[in-house]
């Protein structure tokens, strides 16, 4: 499993859920290992240039089997830019959800009591999405 940043640009995507439009902005993470803070800025707000008036949900995208601080810091960030309501619009994704076997994700956060923290945070909005399984549907899920 590599920590590398993936996205160095936002890309934005148009499709639809329930017949309603939505449209989703992939960003560049805030810990970005490749971008200068500058440019990472720079990004940051071209990404909200794109999604005006404003973003109405948050994807706090964490990826399983991976440790770190970043999804404590980034939480905070959203919350420093966007207001301390901001949690209340955030939704964490887990992604490589296969690779928690047969753990549950409420076993696999209790593990983690920052993790747990930043879920309870977001209202306990979270969904797991399995990356090998290609018809997973999203389904949102709460404590």
Same mark, same amino acid.
Request: a positive charge; one cysteine or more.
């Given at each position: 499993?590599?920590?590398?940043?993936? #996205? @160095?640009? =936002?890309?934005?995507?148009? *499709?639809? +859920? &329930?017949?309603?439009?939505?449209?989703?902005?992939?960003?560049?993470?805030?810990? /970005?290992?490749?971008? #200068?803070?500058? *440019?990472? %800025?720079?990004?940051?707000?071209?990404?909200?240039?794109?999604?005006?008036?404003?973003? /109405?949900?948050?994807?706090?995208?964490? @990826?399983?089997?991976?440790?770190?601080?970043?999804?404590?810091?980034?939480? %905070?960030?959203?919350?420093?830019? +966007?207001?301390?309501?901001?949690?209340?619009?955030?939704?964490?994704?887990? #992604? /490589?959800?296969?690779?928690?076997?047969?753990? #549950?994700? %409420?076993?696999?956060?209790?593990?983690?009591?920052?993790?747990?923290?930043?879920? &309870?945070?977001? *209202?306990?909005?979270?969904?797991? +999405?399995?990356? %090998?399984?290609?018809?997973?549907?999203?389904? +949102?899920?709460? =404590?």
């Amino acid at each position: 499993m590599s920590a590398q940043s993936v #996205t @160095r640009e =936002c890309k934005m995507q148009i *499709g639809s +859920f &329930n017949k309603r439009r939505v449209d989703v902005i992939d960003t560049p993470g805030l810990f /970005h290992t490749e971008l #200068t803070e500058e *440019g990472l %800025k720079k990004e940051i707000q071209r990404c909200l240039n794109m999604s005006m008036p404003g973003p /109405h949900v948050f994807l706090l995208v964490i @990826r399983i089997g991976l440790r770190n601080i970043e999804e404590k810091n980034t939480m %905070k960030w959203i919350q420093r830019f +966007f207001g301390d309501d901001s949690s209340m619009y955030t939704i964490v994704l887990f #992604t /490589h959800g296969d690779l928690l076997q047969r753990k #549950t994700i %409420k076993e696999f956060c209790q593990e983690n009591k920052e993790l747990q923290s930043i879920i &309870n945070q977001c *209202g306990c909005r979270y969904h797991v +999405f399995n990356n %090998k399984e290609k018809n997973d549907l999203i389904r +949102f899920r709460s =404590c």
